[in-house]
C-alpha cells in the first residue's frame, strides 16, 4: 500500500482528467464517425444527451450506496468502465455488428464510469488530512480543466500529424489513462466522508433550507460556465469565419486554460470564499455582455476566454462552501450536488441554443439571454450570506 494521502490526491487528479476525457472525445469524433458509419449527426449527438441521462442516473445511485460498497471498490469500477467505454468507442462497432448499438453501449460505459467519478472525487478530496481544504477542492477541479485542454488540443494535433483514420489508435490512448489510475486506485489510501458518524440521511438533507439554496448554486454555476463553453467553438467559428479545429483551439481549449488558471489561483490565494464567488458572478456578467455587445468579434472572444476565468471558481466554491456549511452532508450531498450541476450544464447550452435560433441562429443573443445564470448565482450567494447571520453554522434549522 502506498501511504501517503499525496498518492490520494494525485489518483483524484487523474480521475478528474478521466472525467474530462469522457466529457471531451467523443465530440471531437462527431464528423469522422458520421462519415464513416454514415451514421446521422443528430443520432450521434443523441448519445451525448444518453452519456448526460446515465451520468444523471448514476450521480442519484451513487450518493445513495457507495457509503456501503465502499469509496475504493467504486472508485477502480469507475475507472475500468471509462477505459472500457472510451477503447469500446473503437472495438464495440465491429464486435456488435450494428455501428450504432456498439457506440451506444460504449457510451453507457464511460458514462457509468463518469459518473461515479464525479461523486466520488470532490468527497476523498475533502476526506484527506489539509490545512486548506478549499485551496485543495480549486486544486481539484483545476485538473478537468487541464484535462479539457489537453484533450482537444493534443486531439486536434493528433489528427493533423496522422489523420482522422487513425481515430482508433487515439481511442485506445486515452483509455489507458483511467486504465492505469484504477490499478493506481488499487493501492493509494482512500479516506471515506464521514466514515466514522456516517453522513446525512437524503431526507435530513432536504429538510435542511440552505441545501436547496446550494442545489441552485450548483445548477447556476454548471449553465453558467457550459453556456459558454460548449458554445465557445461555434461562436469562433462564425464570428472570425476560422475553421473548426482552429475553433477548437481558440473557443474551448482557450476557455479552458483561463479556467483553469483561475482554480489554481483561488487555490493559492484565496481566502474570503463568499466574496471571490460573487466578484466571479460579477465578472462572469461583464464577459457575457462583452461577447453580447461588441461589434469586435476579436474583443468578444476575448470575453469568451476571460469568461472561463470567472467561471473557474463557481463549481468548485459551491462544493466547499456546502461542506463547510453543512458538514455531516456526505457522500449524498456531493452526489446531489454533482447532479444539480450536471443538470444546469444541460439546461445553461440549451438555452443558448434555443434563444439563438429564436434570433435567426445569433448565437451572440442566445448568449445574451444566458446572462441570468451569472445574476442569479449572485443573488443566491447574497441570500446564503443574509440566511448564515440568522442560523448556527451547524446547519441546524
Same mark, same amino acid.
Given at each position: 500500500?502506498?501511504?501517503?494521502?499525496?498518492?490520494?490526491?494525485?489518483?483524484?487528479?487523474?480521475?478528474?482528467?478521466?472525467?474530462?476525457?469522457?466529457?471531451?472525445?467523443?465530440?471531437?469524433?462527431?464528423?469522422?464517425?458520421?462519415?464513416?458509419?454514415?451514421?446521422?449527426?443528430?443520432?450521434?449527438?443523441?448519445?451525448?444527451?444518453?452519456?448526460?441521462?446515465?451520468?444523471?442516473?448514476?450521480?442519484?445511485?451513487?450518493?445513495?450506496?457507495?457509503?456501503?460498497?465502499?469509496?475504493?471498490?467504486?472508485?477502480?469500477?469507475?475507472?475500468?468502465?471509462?477505459?472500457?467505454?472510451?477503447?469500446?468507442?473503437?472495438?464495440?462497432?465491429?464486435?456488435?455488428?450494428?455501428?450504432?448499438?456498439?457506440?451506444?453501449?460504449?457510451?453507457?460505459?464511460?458514462?457509468?464510469?463518469?459518473?461515479?467519478?464525479?461523486?466520488?472525487?470532490?468527497?476523498?478530496?475533502?476526506?484527506?488530512?489539509?490545512?486548506?481544504?478549499?485551496?485543495?477542492?480549486?486544486?481539484?477541479?483545476?485538473?478537468?480543466?487541464?484535462?479539457?485542454?489537453?484533450?482537444?488540443?493534443?486531439?486536434?494535433?493528433?489528427?493533423?500529424?496522422?489523420?482522422?483514420?487513425?481515430?482508433?489508435?487515439?481511442?485506445?490512448?486515452?483509455?489507458?489513462?483511467?486504465?492505469?489510475?484504477?490499478?493506481?486506485?488499487?493501492?493509494?489510501?482512500?479516506?471515506?466522508?464521514?466514515?466514522?458518524?456516517?453522513?446525512?440521511?437524503?431526507?435530513?438533507?432536504?429538510?435542511?433550507?440552505?441545501?436547496?439554496?446550494?442545489?441552485?448554486?450548483?445548477?447556476?454555476?454548471?449553465?453558467?460556465?457550459?453556456?459558454?463553453?460548449?458554445?465557445?467553438?461555434?461562436? /469562433?467559428?462564425? =464570428?472570425?469565419?476560422?475553421?473548426? !479545429?482552429?475553433?477548437? +483551439?481558440? $473557443?474551448? #481549449?482557450?476557455? %479552458?486554460?483561463?479556467?483553469?488558471?483561475?482554480?489554481?489561483?483561488?487555490?493559492?490565494?484565496?481566502?474570503?470564499?463568499?466574496?471571490?464567488?460573487?466578484?466571479?458572478?460579477?465578472?462572469?456578467?461583464?464577459?457575457?455582455?462583452?461577447?453580447?455587445?461588441?461589434?469586435?468579434?476579436?474583443?468578444?472572444?476575448?470575453?469568451?476566454?476571460?469568461?472561463?476565468?470567472?467561471?473557474?471558481?463557481?463549481?468548485?466554491?459551491?462544493?466547499?462552501?456546502?461542506?463547510?456549511?453543512?458538514?455531516?452532508?456526505?457522500?449524498?450531498?456531493?452526489?446531489?450536488? /454533482?447532479?444539480? =450541476?450536471?443538470?444546469?450544464?444541460? !439546461?445553461?447550452?440549451? +438555452?443558448? $441554443?434555443? #434563444?439563438?435560433? %429564436?434570433?435567426?441562429?445569433?448565437?451572440?443573443?442566445?448568449?445574451?439571454?444566458?446572462?441570468?445564470?451569472?445574476?442569479?448565482?449572485?443573488?443566491?450567494?447574497?441570500?446564503?450570506?443574509?440566511?448564515?447571520?440568522?442560523?448556527?453554522?451547524?446547519?441546524?434549522?
Amino acid at each position: 500500500m502506498l501511504k501517503s494521502f499525496r498518492h490520494t490526491k494525485l489518483a483524484c487528479y487523474i480521475g478528474y482528467i478521466t472525467q474530462a476525457i469522457v466529457a471531451n472525445f467523443f465530440p471531437l469524433l462527431l464528423l469522422i464517425l458520421h462519415g464513416e458509419f454514415q451514421i446521422s449527426l443528430s443520432m450521434l449527438t443523441l448519445l451525448i444527451t444518453v452519456n448526460f441521462a446515465m451520468q444523471l442516473c448514476v450521480d442519484g445511485l451513487a450518493s445513495k450506496f457507495a457509503d456501503k460498497i465502499g469509496y475504493r471498490v467504486c472508485f477502480v469500477t469507475a475507472h475500468f468502465c471509462a477505459a472500457a467505454g472510451l477503447a469500446g468507442l473503437a472495438l464495440f462497432p465491429m464486435l456488435f455488428g450494428n455501428a450504432y448499438a456498439g457506440l451506444a453501449v460504449a457510451s453507457l460505459l464511460y458514462a457509468v464510469g463518469g459518473g461515479l467519478i464525479e461523486v466520488l472525487v470532490s468527497p476523498t478530496i475533502e476526506a484527506c488530512p489539509s490545512e486548506n481544504k478549499t485551496g485543495q477542492m480549486s486544486l481539484l477541479h483545476s485538473f478537468y480543466c487541464w484535462g479539457s485542454a489537453a484533450v482537444v488540443l493534443l486531439t486536434t494535433v493528433f489528427f493533423w500529424a496522422f489523420g482522422t483514420v487513425n481515430w482508433r489508435i487515439l481511442a485506445g490512448v486515452w483509455a489507458a489513462v483511467p486504465f492505469l489510475n484504477a490499478f493506481y486506485c488499487f493501492f493509494v489510501p482512500i479516506p471515506q466522508l464521514n466514515a466514522e458518524e456516517g453522513g446525512m440521511s437524503f431526507s435530513g438533507l432536504f429538510k435542511q433550507k440552505r441545501f436547496w439554496v446550494f442545489l441552485a448554486l450548483m445548477a447556476l454555476a454548471g449553465a453558467s460556465e457550459l453556456a459558454m463553453g460548449q458554445w465557445a467553438s461555434a461562436f /469562433a467559428e462564425s =464570428g472570425l469565419g476560422v475553421t473548426k !479545429a482552429v475553433g477548437d +483551439l481558440i $473557443g474551448p #481549449c482557450l476557455f %479552458a486554460v483561463f479556467m483553469g488558471i483561475a482554480r489554481l489561483l483561488f487555490a493559492k490565494f484565496g481566502k474570503k470564499l463568499r466574496l471571490c464567488m460573487m466578484l466571479s458572478a460579477g465578472l462572469c456578467v461583464i464577459c457575457y455582455l462583452v461577447v453580447w455587445l461588441s461589434p469586435w468579434a476579436v474583443v468578444s472572444l476575448i470575453g469568451c476566454a476571460v469568461c472561463g476565468f470567472s467561471v473557474g471558481i463557481l463549481w468548485p466554491s459551491v462544493l466547499s462552501l456546502a461542506s463547510k456549511e453543512i458538514p455531516r452532508g456526505g457522500t449524498a450531498m456531493f452526489g446531489m450536488l /454533482a447532479m444539480a =450541476g450536471d443538470i444546469g450544464c444541460t !439546461a445553461g447550452p440549451t +438555452l443558448v $441554443g434555443l #434563444c439563438a435560433g %429564436a434570433f435567426s441562429d445569433d448565437i451572440g443573443t442566445g448568449l445574451a439571454f444566458a446572462l441570468v445564470f451569472p445574476v442569479l448565482f449572485f443573488v443566491c450567494v447574497l441570500l446564503l450570506g443574509r440566511r448564515k447571520r440568522k442560523i448556527p453554522a451547524s446547519g441546524e434549522v
